[in-house]
């Protein structure tokens, strides 16, 4: 069983920005879906961004144009910077792997591995 570990989570105060990192699988592969998700309490878990083969990208709309999706090829990490932060992304966010994938990469049923999460906290 494949862990993933999230890092780079913490408390910023509106307008903020934080950046996510996450070490993909032993066997990652380029052509693999790699996504970041988010889980507010209380609230059910929802997409955030992926980013499938050729570097393709998915972004959730509440989150397009403030978030950006990346990848290090070499070294197999994940990044998510998250710029223009609001309170309403507080959350604890998860990245998550896949290998096969279709339409909707933020559709969680194409993801395999996952994450423990980590916090994202935006003051207001």
């Known amino acids: 069983q494949v862990e993933l570990v999230e890092s780079g989570g913490g408390s910023v105060q509106a307008g903020g920005s934080l950046r996510l990192s996450c070490p993909g699988s032993?066997?990652?592969?380029?052509?693999?879906?790699r996504g970041w998700f988010r889980q507010a309490p209380g609230k059910e878990r929802e997409g955030v961004a992926s980013?499938?083969?050729?570097?393709?990208?998915e972004y959730a709309d509440f989150v397009r144009g403030r978030f950006t999706i990346s990848r290090d090829m070499g070294k197999k990490i994940l990044y998510l910077q998250m710029d223009k932060l609001v309170p309403e992304d507080t959350a604890m966010y998860y990245c998550?792997?896949?290998?096969?994938?279709?339409?909707?990469?933020?559709?969680?049923?194409?993801?395999?591995?996952w994450g423990q999460g980590t916090q994202v906290t935006v003051s207001s």
């Open positions: 998550a792997e896949g290998r096969q994938y279709g339409d909707n990469k933020l559709d969680p049923k194409w993801y395999i591995f």
């Open positions: 032993p066997s990652s592969d380029p052509y693999y879906v």
């Open positions: 980013i499938g083969h050729l570097d393709s990208t």
